[in-house]
Every structure is written in structure tokens, then in C-alpha cells.
């Protein structure tokens, strides 16, 4: 028996696996487009099956699409919602421009699987992509699937990270040590100022995305081929996105221009800005970290991260801050895909963007990869963290830079002499002062109230 059937389209006659719910425009693009091994997440997929059924049930309510083919277009929608057809949508990344060829594989999936539910021929154009074209449906796909995995995976995943942040914030509020800046010895702080700041840093990630959401929820189904909405009724495009809203739970509005919204991808390339400022704020505190906790004879030693797997192949006992690596490589992919998606942003040409599979598939990429990595850091390192409050204070007292509180009081220049005279005699600047004189024990000892110099005045 032949492992293959005949399908058809307006090109002519295509053999297609036999077990695939895909016809003939799909296999073309299996075949054209031979490029990598990558293919749209799930979230992507979800997306269009969810656009696919909101669109169905808009067209069935405008009296466009009949009942009975409905039902069965509805089934198979809900089960590419489910996951149950994800083998079936095998299109490469590297494709049309536009998505046409994702956009046909979902028609063609859903309205095979159609027939199969309800013993009626349903066609992949005529029925399953009623009142839709390619460009409206892949740019509203890429806006689904990326609010999806931002509510449901990144913004908890950040608020998880961000709570633990700040437990260590007030875990480490009264150890003391030395503040740097241009990694050299700076006046003191807490350890749980420095940590505070990690955690605001990842608090205002999370509010930059809920910002960038507003633009994110603007959809541009509805605009069909140019953005002039031919072929659909007027009333298509708001009673589709309210429905798709009611399916997802996720609030999505009409784009006010659909010409905006299909002719340019601005939202998307806001949000992976936004995704890009989250990865460098992820790259500093994981790098910070393993700064505070090098060592552990020869480095900083102020932090120790937990131990979770040998460090070396060939030194024995070596544990390395592996986490923080993990966390600063994906930090450093979602940066390079930011640039990827701002270079096809530009490809906006005319009505059309021809870069969206890869906008598309690089911010589902991101989303996904630092909502992952967030909770492994916090799982794998964060909870783990512990501070070493000798050397922390042991270094906040040698600080130079200590000197800083003695220049309100004795002038700029002689405080440096201070410093300097510490330094090169290897005091701390409270025995540099003792020796030469500068304060009473008394007031200098008031002076130089290391824990009052982490507060203002």
C-alpha cells in the first residue's frame, strides 16, 4: 500500500503523507522550505487554533458560515487548542514572509480534521479561513501567542524571582559591607540595599511589560490582505476579537488602523525591547552574584552560592556559579533576538511585513526563556544564598573610601590625606585619622558610624 495520497490546490496535484491531516499548499512548503529544524511554539499554534474557532464562531453568528460545517470546524479547532494535532503542522520558520504557508497549514489541518468529525467536505480557504487573509491572521497569531505566555508564564515567573529578591533584601538588611563603583572600594551599604536593587530592577521589568501589553492587545484580524477589510463583514473583526477574548481570558481590542497594524510590527518590537531590558537586568544581577561570591580563597567570598554540581574536569573539589551562567547565556540570547526581531520589524514594506515567522518565533523564544530561567534561578541558586558577614564588614572597614563622611567635616583635601596616608601605611582610615589627629576619638568614632553612612542624614 502507498504511504502517500493525492491532494490538490490551484497549483495541481501534490503527494502528501498519508497520515497527515495537511494537503497540498502545505507539503509545498515542506518541500520549499527545507531550512532549519525550527518550528512555531505551542503557544503559536494554540493562537491560531484559537483565532480559527473565534473567527468561525463570528462568521456562524453574521450568518456566513453554516451551522453544521461549524460544529465540525469548531471540534477540530478546539483540538489544535488542545495539542492533540501539534505533529501536524510541520512548516519551517524560514518561510513566506507573510506566514502564508503556517496560515494554510492550520486551514488545511482543521479542515481535514473537519471533514473526518463530520462527514462533510470542508475547505481549508472557503470555510476554515472565511473573512481572513495570511496578513492579518499571522500578525494577530504572533499578538495571541505572546500575550498568552507573558500572563500565564513570564509575569509569574518574574513575581516569584522578584519575592524571593526581596526576602533576601530583608534576610541581609543589617550586613555590612563595602559598596563599589568602577569595581573599586565605595562607602558602605547593606548587603540588603544591594540585593533591594535587584529586586526593584526585576519589578520594574515586570511593570514594562504590563505597559507594553496595552500595545500587545491591539489585534489586526479583520484587515484581511491589505488592511481594507475585503471580504469580511464590518461587524467581522469586533465580534471575532470579542470572542477570541472570552475564549482566552485576555482582554484583545480591534487595531484602530488596521494599515498600522499589518503594514508594521512597532508593538512587537516594543515588547522585545521591553524583553531585552528584563535579559540585561537578568545579565547584571547573575553576574553580580557571582562576582560577590568568587572565590572561595582568592575572590570576593561575600556570598556563597549553592553547590549543585562538580565545577572541573580536571581540578578536583571546583564548583562553579553554573546557575548565574545558565541565567546570563539566556540573558545573552534574548538580546541577540531582540536584535533579530528589530531587524525584521524594519521589513515593513508597503501593506505587509514579510519578516513575521521570525518576529514571531524569536519573542515566543524569548518569552519563553526568560520565564524558565527566572524560576530556575530562583530555585537553584537565589533560595540558597548566603552571606558571609566578617568578610562583608571586614571589608566595608577597610574601605578607603570611608573617608568620604570625614570631608563634610574636616574639607575634601584633607580627607584625602587621610585616605592616602591609610593606604600607603596599610590602616584603616579610623587608625589613619587616630594617628594623625584630625577629629577628637570621640567625634571621629561618630564620624565614621559605618552603618550610618548607608542612610541619608
Not at 527545507?34 to 468561525?56: N, T, V, Y
Not at 471533514?115 to 491572521?137: C, E, F, L, R, Y
Not at 523564544?365 to 571586614?394: D, H, M, W
Request: net charge negative; charged share 20%.
Amino acid at each position: 500500500m502507498s504511504n502517500t495520497r493525492i491532494e490538490k490546490d490551484t497549483m495541481g496535484e501534490m503527494s502528501v503523507p498519508v497520515e497527515a491531516l495537511y494537503g497540498a499548499s502545505t507539503q509545498r512548503a515542506v518541500l520549499n522550505f527545507q531550512i532549519s529544524e525550527l518550528r512555531f511554539s505551542r503557544a503559536m499554534i494554540k493562537a491560531l487554533g484559537a483565532i480559527k474557532l473565534s473567527s468561525a464562531k463570528a462568521n456562524l453568528e453574521l450568518s456566513a458560515l453554516d451551522a453544521k460545517l461549524f460544529e465540525s470546524i469548531a471540534l477540530a479547532c478546539q483540538e489544535v487548542i488542545d495539542a492533540k494535532l501539534d505533529q501536524h503542522f510541520v512548516v519551517d520558520i524560514f518561510q513566506t514572509g507573510s506566514g502564508t504557508s503556517t496560515n494554510m497549514n492550520a486551514n488545511e489541518v482543521i479542515a481535514n480534521r473537519a471533514t473526518q468529525i463530520g462527514g462533510t467536505k470542508i475547505h481549508p480557504n472557503d470555510h476554515v479561513n472565511m473573512a481572513q487573509s495570511s496578513n492579518d491572521v499571522i500578525p494577530t497569531a504572533i499578538h495571541v501567542s505572546c500575550a498568552m505566555a507573558i500572563n500565564e508564564e513570564l509575569i509569574p515567573a518574574l513575581e516569584y524571582l522578584k519575592k524571593h529578591l526581596d526576602e533576601k533584601a530583608i534576610e541581609f538588611k543589617d550586613i555590612l559591607k563595602s559598596g563599589r563603583t568602577h569595581l573599586q572600594d565605595a562607602t558602605p551599604i547593606t548587603l540588603g540595599q544591594e540585593f533591594s536593587g535587584y529586586a526593584t530592577q526585576i519589578g520594574n521589568g515586570i511593570a514594562r511589560v504590563k505597559r507594553s501589553m496595552v500595545s500587545l492587545q491591539e489585534l489586526a484580524l479583520g484587515g484581511t490582505a491589505v488592511g481594507t477589510g475585503l471580504n469580511t463583514d464590518r461587524k467581522f473583526p469586533a465580534l471575532a476579537i470579542k470572542k477570541l477574548s472570552e475564549l482566552l481570558k485576555i482582554e484583545f481590542v480591534e487595531a484602530p488602523n488596521h494599515f498600522e497594524a499589518q503594514g508594521a510590527r512597532d508593538a512587537v518590537v516594543e515588547m522585545s525591547g521591553q524583553l531585552r531590558t528584563i535579559a540585561c537586568s537578568l545579565m547584571k544581577i547573575a553576574d553580580d552574584l557571582r562576582w560577590l561570591a568568587s572565590g572561595p580563597r582568592c575572590g570576593l567570598g561575600e556570598l556563597n552560592l549553592p553547590e549543585i554540581q562538580p565545577g572541573s574536569s580536571i581540578m578536583p573539589a571546583k564548583v562553579n556559579p553554573v546557575i548565574c551562567e545558565s541565567v546570563m547565556m539566556v540573558a545573552t540570547q534574548v538580546i541577540g533576538n531582540d536584535t533579530a526581531i528589530a531587524l525584521a520589524g524594519q521589513r515593513g514594506n508597503f501593506e505587509l511585513n514579510v519578516m513575521l515567522p521570525v518576529i514571531g518565533y524569536n519573542l515566543d523564544q524569548s518569552v519563553n526563556l526568560l520565564a524558565s530561567v527566572s524560576r530556575n534561578f530562583v530555585n537553584k541558586c537565589i533560595q540558597g544564598i548566603t552571606a558571609n558577614p566578617e568578610i562583608c564588614l571586614k571589608y566595608a572597614e577597610s574601605s578607603l573610601a570611608t573617608c568620604t563622611s570625614l570631608a563634610p567635616i574636616i574639607g575634601y583635601d584633607q580627607a584625602a590625606a587621610v585616605a592616602k596616608y591609610a593606604y600607603k601605611n596599610n590602616l584603616t582610615v579610623r587608625e589613619a585619622a587616630l594617628e594623625l589627629k584630625v577629629l577628637p576619638e570621640e567625634e571621629l568614632t561618630q564620624a565614621l558610624n559605618l552603618m550610618a553612612m548607608t542612610a541619608p542624614n
